[in-house]
């Protein structure tokens, strides 16, 4: 190439400013210092995502929970702490699950203090039922989680674009291929949960649920895990793919973890869908004492945001422990596909789901 001709990289800069010598650079052995910055980036927000804001708004944003704090959390922490599955730091040797505590647990900076207490006043109460107005609050707040995180991911493009300092050409052009395909899976995904979120703030703003449905597990206590998140779930029950990584269209859903009346409830919900209405049916369908662990198994192959009770997960054998370092794993994409349900990942908790809710939509807006 000539010096001043665009670099073939796609940079936008010229060949002698970009790659040139890239060959000759220091070889980057780890990437610390440019994860660093994104896991700073993730803590850092300016974005309200209430439905009226930036109107209205009061004060800076906060770190918001995404699991009640004084609620699932509380109830799996030992001495105010839970394990937690969120990478922390750009220590590659990072050992997880860590401890972390019950104020960084479940937290982003997705609203104002003003919206957030008033947003979501509804579902920080002791609920004895999950409504369908409630589902659509924990769909919400789910969706501006995973927004905020994707959104923030898109810089991981170039935590891979530096990796090819130092190398060969031949490994340039296939490390700087991975990040712009990153990107590109990265930035369609917040296109997706952009036109998610606006959905759900019409519906929020409207009260209008006629296209907002939720399945309800209720069980016999407290179980030891506490998960939120906002997900397009890639295998169903059968470990049969139901999407793909680069589909079009694709569809969402909500997985979130609550307390109604002292016991541990998970709540699925998700706006119109025959593929999710079909998977969470599916898990309805499975036994009661399994169903616990299915949810556990489902939260930790589909997201990070996903605490346990150390208690618990300390009483495990190396076995089962290895089970869900696996199944945490699983979320990775990789060259082999593995299976996501095993039968020894449906014995991991012990506990019963005692009651299955549907919710139905009100006749007129509540």
């Known amino acids: 190439m000539k010096p001043n001709e665009p670099c073939w990289c796609g940079s936008g800069l010229k060949w002698k400013k970009c790659h040139r010598l890239r060959e000759d650079e220091a070889l980057v052995r780890h990437v610390g210092q440019p994860l660093s910055r994104l896991l700073k980036a993730f803590k850092s927000g300016r974005v309200c995502y209430h439905p009226d804001a ?8 906060i770190s918001s929970h995404t699991v009640q704090r004084a609620g699932h959390l509380k109830a799996i922490a030992r001495d105010g702490h839970v394990l937690s599955f969120r990478t ?43 409504e369908v107005h409630h589902a659509l609050l924990m769909l919400y707040r789910n969706v501006a989680y995973e927004l905020h995180q994707k959104r923030v991911s898109v810089g991981g493009a170039a935590i891979i674009s530096a990796l090819d300092a130092g190398r060969p050409l031949h490994h340039q052009r296939f490390v700087q291929q991975l990040s712009a395909e990153f990107s590109h899976g990265a930035t369609i ?11 759900a703030a019409f519906a929020i703003k409207e009260g209008l649920y006629h296209n907002i449905h939720s399945i309800t597990f209720v069980f016999d ?46 709540t699925l919900s998700w706006i119109d869908s025959d593929l999710v209405s079909k ?16 949810m556990f198994t489902f939260a930790l192959g589909n997201s990070e945001n996903v605490f346990v009770d150390p208690r618990w997960y300390e009483s495990l054998g190396q076995r089962d422990r290895d089970e869900i370092d696996e199944v945490f794993s699983f979320q990775l994409p990789g060259e082999v596909p593995k ?13 019963q789901c005692e009651h299955i809710a549907v919710s ?6 509540v």
Not at 226 to 249: H, L
Request: with cysteine; proline share 8%.
């Open 54 to 61: 930036p109107r209205d708004c009061h004060g800076p944003v």
């Open 88 to 130: 922390a730091s750009a220590n590659e040797h990072e050992k997880l699950p860590r401890l972390m505590g019950l104020r960084d647990a479940s937290t982003f900076p997705g609203f104002c203090a003003k919206h957030d207490n008033s947003l979501f006043e509804l579902i920080e109460r002791r609920l004895s039922k999950v």
């Open 279 to 294: 998977l969470a049916r599916d898990m309805a369908a499975a036994g009661p004492g399994e169903i616990a662990s299915l």
């Open 339 to 351: 299976p996501l349900f095993t039968p020894r990942r449906m014995n991991l908790i012990t506990a």
């Open 221 to 266: 206590g407290i179980i030891p895990f506490s998960a939120s998140f906002y997900v397009a779930p890639y295998v169903n029950t059968a470990n049969q793919e139901i999407q793909g990584w680069y589909d079009r269209d694709i569809e969402y859903l909500s997985f979130y973890s609550s307390i109604l009346g002292g016991r541990s409830a998970i």
């Open 360 to 365: 139905a939509a009100p006749a007129s807006p």
């Open 189 to 199: 995904a917040v296109e997706e949960l952009e036109e998610e979120l606006s959905k």
